[in-house]
């Protein structure tokens, strides 16, 4: 009996036991990329024992941040989840590399023996050389020399020296083979240390750091879990830009909206579902306080060093980072975006409270170089408004407008635009917040068959002084030709002077060619229709007021 409750004990305390797994590689599974910053999504299925089962995942980057790591299972209770580093170990030697360590230290000895011997070799011809160019006889100081004597001596040393330098070459030659295979076999003998010492010539980081992380589940029986975990890495971030292809024929634009991503988390995410998100976890997301602010009388006997405040300062928040220039050559400028499907089929968006996702359904590969990779998020189709503009006296050309309404409709971010035009690369703009309007202008070229000129008209510009004040009267005249051979509008732009003192400098605007004036900014603006060929004149005429003894700047 007591062996018998002895062997329940036993067992009892078997399937309580912790049950250790071996560590293994786990594959990313999905990855949510932030403005700044990345979750690592991980999810695998596990055998459970009954008891507590500790298993050891690693392919987890080594610059994770400890207090977002999560873990959930299903078919298991969670107990706990942590991170541990493991080091590389060596490896277990199983060859003898001592015969080949002999073998190379043996012919290492020969080449050292040879190499010395051709050392003596240039010695010897470096001594004959000195004694030619020694002899008395060469070098002037012997008494039998004779103008035959001295010819014969310098053709024999001539000859010798050639040959010694000859023979020097010939040697050097040899003893630089020697050196390099000295070296060859020099290193060879290293690497057969390092591999009878079980290290790894090629790769000396023997100590190298694997980050693991640690999942605790208890099971009551036996059966099968799925285990997910999720940790928040900083080095990633994707920035929007924008292809805008307008069309002349159909008044479409096409807008693609592209995310440029970019990781460098140490691991490549290979196959993983990617969700862009709008969010960014690196902002500090504190609610601004208002201070107190004061007012008071201002004192002039003495100097006041307190900064006066008369609004909150608000926290510092990180700049959202514009797209670089795309570099792209011409080829990537004519990519043909046409597919069976459109790539934007495969994107879906949600929207919540906060932020806005797009999860990509195809995989991407998103190595960790710190490159740039372009992936699409969605194309589609807007109507646009072509218009032409002109401001003549900035400039006389002609600029073709594009006019998007219903913008804040498209769920984008701010970012770089490329602009197309006709099949044509035109430029680039940037796409900023329009909370304050629903309209976007692009511009999507100049256009020189509109000829537009703009000047002065002297015989209606007069200046007149009466006994208190003076007034000039000025008209500009604007002519505007279309050479096309189609209908157009344009849009042109103009202005008159604006008034910081309305009391003693009065501008009036007596004749406007039926211009719609922004008393505000002073613009005037026409909306002109001209047929092929044809020509339109406008004007206008404003008149200034002052008084005669002061003078009026800006003018």
Do not use: C
């Not at 006889?137 to 024999?156: A, C, H, Q, V, Y």
């Not at 799925?226 to 634009?253: E, G, H, K, M, R």
């Not at 710190?370 to 807007?382: L, N, P, T, W």
């Not at 796409?431 to 999507?444: A, H, M, R």
């Amino acid at each position: 009996m007591k062996n018998q409750i002895k062997l329940m004990m036993l067992l009892v305390g078997i399937s309580f036991q912790v049950l250790a797994n071996k560590p293994q590689f786990s594959k990313v599974d999905k990855v949510v990329v932030y403005l700044s910053g990345a979750h690592l999504y991980y999810k695998e299925q596990l055998q459970l024992q009954a008891g507590t089962n500790v298993f050891t995942f690693e392919n987890i980057s080594a610059n994770l941040v400890e207090n977002t790591l999560q873990a959930s299972s299903k078919g298991g209770t969670l107990m706990e989840v942590n991170t541990q580093i493991r080091y590389k170990e060596k490896k277990i030697t199983t060859t003898n590399y001592a015969k080949s360590i002999a073998q190379v230290l043996d012919s290492l000895e020969e080449i050292n023996y040879q190499i010395q011997s051709y050392d003596n070799i240039l010695y010897t011809y470096s001594y004959e050389k000195k004694m030619l160019l020694n002899h008395p006889l060469i070098k002037g100081t012997s008494n039998r020399d004779s103008l035959p004597l001295l010819k014969s001596s310098m053709e024999f040393t001539r000859e010798k020296l050639n040959e010694i330098s000859a023979l020097e070459l010939k040697s050097n030659r040899q003893k630089n083979k020697l050196e390099k295979e000295k070296t060859r076999l020099t290193q060879r003998h290293q690497e057969l240390v390092l591999l009878q010492n079980g290290e790894d010539p090629y790769n000396q980081v023997i100590a190298q750091a694997i980050k693991q992380v640690m999942v605790s589940v208890y099971a009551e029986n036996a059966g099968i879990a799925d285990i997910s975990f999720n940790y928040f890495v900083p080095n990633a971030s994707w920035v929007p830009s924008y292809d805008l292809v307008a069309n002349p024929t159909n008044n479409q634009l096409t807008l693609k909206y592209f995310a440029q991503i970019t990781q460098q988390s140490g691991l490549n995410w290979n196959h993983a579902a990617l969700t862009l998100s709008s969010s960014n976890p690196m902002e500090l997301n504190v609610k601004p306080v208002l201070a107190h602010w004061y007012i008071g009388f201002q004192e002039y006997r003495k100097l006041m060093n307190m900064r006066m405040s008369n609004a909150a300062a608000p926290l510092k928040k990180q700049n959202l980072r514009l797209a670089e220039k795309d570099n792209a050559s011409m080829d990537d400028v004519r990519e043909n975006y046409a597919e069976q499907k459109s790539l934007s089929d495969y994107i879906q968006i949600s929207e919540n409270l906060i932020r806005t996702e797009y999860a990509i359904k195809l995989k991407y590969e998103i190595n960790s170089d710190g490159k740039s990779h372009k992936v699409m998020i969605k194309e589609q189709q807007i109507p646009v408004l072509l218009e032409f503009a002109a401001v003549p006296k900035l400039s006389t050309e002609a600029y073709l407008m594009g006019r998007l309404s219903g913008w804040e409709d498209l769920q984008i971010l701010p970012g770089s635009a490329r602009i197309y035009f006709d099949g044509a690369y035109v430029g680039e703009t940037f796409v900023g917040d329009q909370s304050s309007t629903d309209t976007l202008d692009l511009n999507l070229g100049r256009d020189r068959s509109l000829v537009i000129n703009r000047k002065k008209v002297k015989d209606k510009t007069r200046v007149k002084t009466l006994e208190s004040e003076k007034i000039e009267t000025r008209t500009i005249e604007i002519i505007v030709r279309n050479t096309k051979s189609q209908t157009i509008t344009i849009n042109v732009e103009d202005q008159i002077p604006i008034s910081q003192n309305p009391n003693e400098i009065k501008v009036s605007l007596i004749h406007s060619d039926g211009a719609i004036l922004d008393e505000v900014s002073g613009k005037l603006s026409w909306k002109l229709k001209l047929s092929p060929k044809e020509t339109e004149k406008i004007s206008f005429t404003y008149e200034i007021r002052y008084p005669k003894n002061k003078t009026v700047f800006g003018l």
